[in-house]
């Protein structure tokens, strides 16, 4: 039977190995950073029209940039995706 303290030590000792690699190339973290910058963006200027302070041009215009960022965050990941089943399928 599992308690409570076993599933929390259970936890603790196999978070390490899904926490992010340290070292990541800076372009990756500046990658990772701007995109999230284009979302931030994008929730900010809805705000903004949803209360009227901005106007639906900058709206549609942040909602554009946003879907650029993300179709570009999207091929990138399945490019990332494709290159690993690619090794795995490498004879050892």
Do not use: W
């Not at 030590?9 to 800076?26: F, N």
């Not at 979302?39 to 900010?44: A, G, I, L, S």
Request: charged residues 15%; hydrophobic residues 50%.
């Amino acid at each position: 039977m599992f308690t409570s303290n076993i599933a929390a030590q259970a936890y603790a000792s196999a978070r390490p190995a899904v926490e992010p690699a340290q070292g990541l190339p800076k372009g990756v973290t500046n990658a990772a950073s701007e995109f999230a910058q284009v979302m931030e963006q994008v929730d900010t200027a809805s705000m903004g029209a949803m209360t009227g302070k901005n106007d639906t041009h900058q709206l549609v215009q942040s909602i554009a940039q946003a879907e650029i960022a993300l179709d570009a965050a999207v091929a990138i990941r399945d490019k990332v995706v494709e290159a690993y089943q690619e090794i795995l399928r490498m004879p050892v």
